[in-house]
């Protein structure tokens, strides 16, 4: 059984051997420029780590872990324009190195080739594929919208919260493991329970993203991104919902404003009313229904070290 | 047999019925808006007269048609963008009156949708089709990025210009009829011929645009706008290649500047070297090729009236 390093070596290895290339050059070079960026890899190990719960040989995961990886890399240079991001993993982002237009133009081809890397899959296989990356994709551009929705409102409660990053981030993770489940034709039962490992994990892991963002051990990223940008994550929203009337006249006053001790004010008032604490237990909550749903599967628990274990590093993160 | 009125009709109705929701409207709105402007259905018109050449019960090529409808809908949502176009059918453009990122996040959102809808034949159908689509996509994009590689460019050759435009505008048309074909169960030939006419269809329409825009009696457009945004057509390419020293360099100045005889002075090359009766040539022997593919069709000719009359119609318009 290959560990997730190897399966992570195993899936580099296939991008650079089907790397991006046709007719005119421009197209395919900012595609190529943010996929070498890196990145952890996570979605596409899903796929494969899901696909060898159920046998060994899971070359035939590796179209479908690419489909997915450009698919998110898709997102993220469309994710980019809009909110204005200049950087990605610490590099310029698509249209500051290139341009709006390429930025644009390139992630409409990565989207095409997402379904043609599906596409290479015999036609009853890839149109379940299919079907399940035009259900997960519909979702995702809907939790960007209401991501983009979210910035207008001063209120926002936390279920809408829970919808917009179970859409935006967490069900892209849950077709991931689905989809190496599906190709190694498994149970309708164990795809499903895939599928709910990923998507408890993907909230779980953007739920430990906005709490490390306030309370981690900063590791390159100034703390607080979040609040600078006046973010509504939980922490806020709890917040507002727990506050005192004049605690929260002051949180909301504090988030129209940019004035040096807007963090550390926003901080106190999150500690006051223990948002921190609630954000931890959302947390343990979705990381403990990926575990049981990982547990369902029914597949010798051998076979399920290298998913127990990429869960706790994932879910115990604290940076 | 319905007439292509009754064609465009029955599409309407179909489009209608399937129009777009879901769980977040500002994600849907900017797409209906843009479907809503209207517009001839020539797309869609296509791939339900093609398969009206092989039976008379042709419901089944709706959603094909409206998938193909959709895609063309988000490339000139992106296009409009990239090309800062401020209107769309007399209309402001998606960028205009709503924003930059609702016509990005809209666009993708109706990718998808194509996707969507092709996924709602059986596999080996929709896999075929999808198949079609992912290559159609690809050339578009493909095409989009020449025509803007053009944009700093001098000189552009021929060649160039007739991929640029076949891989922008006239694939799909091919596309839209050979999807009828296909949903139709017609053979590979059949198919393929099909195909050969809408692309050549789409060519002629392209170059008669280009000779319209200077030549054309003018409605509400204003006259000579592909020479106002420096554009290289077959018009001055054509100049260019025939153009002595001295015409060539006061083209190449003339589309370096703004004054307020550009136009007539360009117009005036354009004629000495007769560029326009080489584009009307040109135009016809793609518009003979388009009728020789629909001839070479395997099914009763009578079958083809439809056809032959939207065909006449569309490549002898004068305006």
């Known amino acids: 059984m290959l560990s997730v390093e190897q399966l992570v070596t195993l899936f580099e290895h296939f991008r650079k051997a089907n790397s991006f290339q046709g007719k005119v050059a421009e197209l395919y070079q900012p595609a190529s420029y943010l996929m070498d960026l890196g990145g952890k890899r996570l979605r596409p190990v899903f796929t494969l780590a899901a696909h060898q719960l159920f046998e060994d040989q899971i070359d035939s995961s590796l179209a479908g872990a690419l489909a997915i990886e450009v698919f998110h890399n898709f997102s993220l240079m469309h994710d980019d324009i809009m909110d204005q991001s200049p950087l990605r993993r610490g590099q310029p982002t698509v249209h500051i190195r290139y341009d709006t237009n390429a930025a644009i133009l390139s992630g409409d081809w990565m989207f095409v080739h997402t379904y043609e890397l599906l596409s290479r899959y015999e036609p009853v296989l890839a ?190 993160r604290n940076k």
Request: glycine content about 6%; aromatic content about 6%.
């Open 127 to 316: 149109y379940d594929l299919i079907q399940l990356m035009n259900q997960t994709a519909v979702q995702v551009c809907e939790g960007q919208q209401r991501d983009i929705n979210f910035e207008k409102m001063d209120r926002v409660n936390e279920m809408d919260y829970l919808e917009m990053i179970r859409d935006k981030t967490a069900v892209l993770l849950g077709a991931a493991a689905q989809m190496g489940a599906r190709i190694a034709s498994a149970t309708k039962d164990d795809q499903e329970n895939l599928y709910t490992m990923g998507l408890h994990t993907g909230l779980a892991f953007q739920l430990i993203d906005d709490y490390l963002d306030v309370y981690g051990v900063q590791t390159g990223k100034k703390s607080g991104g979040d609040i600078r940008q006046n973010k509504k994550t939980i922490l806020y929203i709890k917040t507002m919902e727990r506050a005192s009337e004049a605690d929260r006249e002051e949180l909301l006053s504090l988030y129209q404003e940019d004035e040096p001790d807007k963090i550390t004010r926003v901080v106190r008032l999150f500690d006051k009313y223990e948002a921190g604490d609630y954000l931890r237990q959302l947390t343990l909550e979705y990381s403990q229904q990926a575990t049981a749903a990982l547990n369902q599967v029914n597949v010798d628990p051998g076979r399920k070290i290298n998913l127990i274990s990429l869960l706790n590093e994932l879910l115990n």
